[in-house]
């Protein structure tokens, strides 16, 4: 299912996801039956809910506009019916920016109850309420219950997600602050135990105190992706670890450029490296070289049809910073040199066998909505 782009900001595309068509649907329903007000109560319900989720986005570009200050290419920014999730290259960040990147969200949040506070004083005085009245009206339909209900919810939107545990900004925080003094590896590996250990007691507190299947599951969720954040980790360092030139491919030595075409489907199609007197000249990408063949170009030379703008690595370069090189130029082979002498041609097939588990790819910081949803509805219950 493909999300709709709805919007823009600073080149960010915010979407929406289809799964969001279900979030009214639920409305309809579960707060009639809560609230007990009629249909006044669902649209005050529709309005409210709502909000929330625009609260949620306002968190993810938080994220996203402070990614891209320290110069983070960030590709969207997309609301699901299960939360937010802000993609952006996974590129090496500092501690420091790291945790300002994950701190964004909460403190977007944050100002958000500090602008919504004086609002809910004016409706309150004018709704003749008094200090205790305030709590009682969270979530009524009115105003200072909408005002309520949303200052509510970024505070906890607010805590949930500064709990120290992957996948929320907490976890990121935490990881920020131990790989200042253990580095990232052992860091994110501190960070992961912490986050599962505070899962397991959210999860107990899910079954024998708010009895929410809901929370029981985002603190299963949480278990799940903290383990993958710590694989994806230990797959990383191994990867920087890892010199490209123990897995770059010699093919023969590339392609010269005097040759005709034809020649360089020996072996079969494939992105080939041109070499001339052992120095890369070109590629020869596995598409162009087809698509001349089918022209019926067969005759003409290799030069004519070869990318001569073509960046290298060094046999010296680790892996993962191959990798990321050829994510940045959309190539699925990058010719590997020594002293400016063609070594071999790393490809995405080589990578692929280099790593057989999850590739780092786009980095995503999101976080589970549904927590909100779980705790709004304990509150319904509380407030009535
Ligand atoms: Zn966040």
């Known amino acids: 299912m493909r999300s709709l782009t709805v919007g823009r900001l600073r080149g960010i595309a915010i979407r929406l996801h289809p799964t969001l068509a279900i979030v009214p649907v639920w409305v309809v329903f579960d ?3 809560v609230g007990g007000l009629g249909p006044g109560s669902v649209v005050f319900g529709l309005l409210f809910v709502a909000l929330v989720f625009g609260c949620v986005l306002l968190h993810e570009l ?3 506009v402070m990614a891209a200050e320290f110069g983070v290419v960030v590709h969207d920014v997309t609301l699901s019916v299960v939360g937010g999730v802000a993609r952006m290259a996974h590129v090496p960040l500092s501690p420091r920016a790291e945790a300002q990147i994950a701190l964004a969200g909460p403190a977007v949040n944050l100002a958000l109850v500090v602008v919504l506070a ?4 004016l409706a309150g005085l004018i709704g003749g309420l008094d200090g205790g009245d305030f709590l009682l009206e969270v979530l009524r339909p009115t105003m200072p219950g909408l005002l309520a209900g949303l200052i509510v919810a970024n505070l906890m939107l607010v805590v949930f997600n500064l709990l120290p545990a992957f996948p929320m900004d907490g976890g990121r925080v935490l990881r920020a602050v131990l790989t200042r003094g253990f580095g990232r590896e ?7 135990v912490v986050g599962q250990a505070l899962a397991v007691l959210m999860a107990i507190a899910a079954v024998f105190w708010i009895k929410s299947l809901m929370l029981l599951l985002i603190a299963l969720f949480v278990i799940v992706v903290a383990h993958a954040e710590g694989r994806a980790v230990r797959v990383e360092s191994a990867l920087r670890r890892m010199r490209v030139g123990q897995f770059a491919l010699w093919d023969m030595g590339g392609v010269a450029p005097g040759q005709p075409l034809a020649y360089a489907l020996r072996g079969g199609p494939r992105d080939v490296v041109v070499t001339e007197n052992g120095r890369v000249v070109g590629m020869l990408w596995r598409n ?3 698509n001349a063949l089918a022209q019926g170009a067969s005759g003409r030379r290799i030069a004519e049809v070869m990318d001569g703008n073509v960046a290298s690595v060094d046999i010296d370069d680790s892996v993962y910073d191959v990798q990321q ?6 190539r699925w082979a990058i010719p590997v040199t020594e002293d400016g002498l063609y070594r071999g041609v790393f490809t995405v097939d080589r990578l692929s066998h280099v790593y057989r588990q999850v590739l780092p790819g ?4 999101g976080e589970p909505a549904g927590f909100a949803g779980a705790l709004t509805g304990w509150l319904r219950t509380l407030a009535r």
């Open 31 to 33: 707060w009639d039956r």
């Open 62 to 64: 938080g994220h996203a």
């Open 118 to 121: 004086p609002w809910l004083l």
């Open 186 to 192: 052992t860091g994110t590996r501190a960070a992961v």
């Open 288 to 290: 162009t070289l087809l």
């Open 325 to 330: 090189r050829m994510n940045d130029l959309q």
């Open 362 to 365: 786009p980095q995503a910081i």
